[in-house]
């Protein structure tokens, strides 16, 4: 079975047999890592972010920020980097060359060969991937809040990660979804990136995208499948709660919206850059790596307020061809609900733009607030029980991000002892 993933190189998991993991970790210097970085070097470690093999190097930062590709030309949009306080280096005498164990909540992670200590204006890197120094953006307020220095080196996990439920149903590694591809027989997969529970407009984004990547396919030929990609990371109040994302989007199946041979759910660990058009070609890559064909970008993919034109993320595929990336984009305007036409619609297609209603998230999520159960044209009946019971389960009574969520929720996942 070949596992080839993003630059053609093949998909390699660097993760330490459980064997050798005593002998290896005895007497290396432990250094703590942010959630954030723990998530990077999970990703890392499995081959999610194939061809990297570790955090960046001082080049690869430069690299990444000025030409969009790895010193060898590998297209890659967004520095991947392990930031470590100044105060650890010199307390600790990290240097070039020795191994250390990165450390997540003391607990083992990864083994990290230092290759190299470095600094970095972080003003800089968020100017050249976000193209804003508007500290108001998300991603640069991010890229400020690193600490002042990095370590860049390979990793090798030491420690795997356990799913905790309801998330455990949705892990998949890409090696494993690469061979879950192979079984269920799917030679086109077309992957949907989410944050959101599904409302009628997203099902048809997803569908609308599936007939596209059926293309030219007779119908003895067709085995395209949906891949739903739910990205889990630092959340914010008022988000949707991660376990209404993955188990409403699984319900869209099991109450046959979709076939149960063309639809499957999966949690991918990433903290939104809101790139833009930069973090759209990164999805394009992570879903690369796990073995999608196809990519579906909508309105306004991955950005925040109004710093991006809502197409700049479709735009910016017209620079690279299949060289740069194996992965095809699916490039998708908004579907609307239409009183005319009766049903959801596409914006491409309807012409009744001056009584057309768009979905709006703002007027799901107040309806939702307020236990109001939503038209059954945009929303669909199973998936309003299940987000309520998911607010009773998970949330606190809320299928929004509390204040008490964030502090009391269960953990994604775990590391054991
Ligand atoms: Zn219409």
Redesign the pocket.
């Known amino acids: 079975m070949e596992y080839i993933g993003h630059g053609n190189r093949e998909i390699a998991e660097r993760i330490l047999p459980p064997g050798d993991r005593a002998a290896r970790m005895r007497n290396l210097k432990r250094v703590a890592i942010s959630g954030r970085a723990a998530r990077e070097c999970i990703n890392i470690s499995y081959g999610f972010f194939t061809p990297l093999e570790g955090f960046m190097c001082r080049d690869e930062v430069d690299s990444v920020c000025l030409d969009m590709t790895l010193p060898d030309g590998t297209l890659w949009p967004i520095p991947i980097v392990l930031d470590v306080d100044q105060k650890v280096i010199r307390d600790q005498r990290l240097a070039a060359g020795e191994e250390v164990l990165l450390t997540l909540d003391e607990k083992s992670l990864a083994l990290m060969e230092v290759d190299e200590v470095f600094t970095y204006d972080p003003m800089r890197m968020a100017e050249a991937v976000l193209g804003t120094k508007d500290e108001r953006h998300p991603g640069v307020k991010m890229m400020l809040g690193l600490a002042n220095s990095y370590i860049g080196g390979k990793v090798t996990l030491v420690n795997e990660p356990v799913f905790q439920p309801p998330f455990d149903r949705f892990w998949y590694t890409p090696k494993r979804l690469h061979e879950l591809f192979k079984e269920k027989g799917w030679s086109r997969i077309v992957a949907h990136q989410t944050r959101n529970v599904p409302h009628s407009g997203h099902e048809w984004l997803m569908k609308g995208a599936w007939f596209a990547a059926n293309g030219e396919l007779s119908v003895e030929q067709l085995h395209t499948g949906i891949l739903v990609s739910c990205i889990i990371g630092p959340k914010r109040i008022g988000d949707y709660i991660d376990e209404a994302i993955v188990l409403c989007h699984d319900q869209l199946r099991r109450s046959g919206y979709f076939r149960e041979d063309v639809h499957l759910v999966s949690i991918a660990l990433w903290d939104m850059r809101y790139a833009g058009p930069r973090e759209a070609v990164f999805h394009a890559i992570l879903r690369t790596n796990l073995g999608c064909s196809h990519h579906m970008f909508g309105r306004d993919h991955a950005g925040v307020g109004s710093y991006y034109d809502p197409y700049d993320a479709h735009r910016i595929f017209d620079r690279f061809g299949q060289e740069n990336l194996r992965i095809k984009p699916i490039r998708v305007l908004e579907w609307w609900y239409?009183p005319?036409?009766g049903e959801v619609?596409y914006s491409g297609l309807?012409?009744?733009e001056d009584v057309?209603q768009s979905f709006s998230g703002t007027l799901v999520r107040s309806m939702l607030t307020d236990r109001m159960k939503p038209a059954k044209a945009i929303f669909r009946p199973e998936i309003y029980e299940l987000v309520m019971e998911c607010a009773n389960q998970y949330g606190f009574g809320s299928p929004f991000c509390t204040e008490e969520y964030l502090a009391s929720r269960g953990p994604v996942y775990t590391l054991p002892d």
Do not use: L, N, Q, S
Request: proline share 0%.
């Open positions: 239409c005319v036409c619609t309807c012409a009744h057309k």
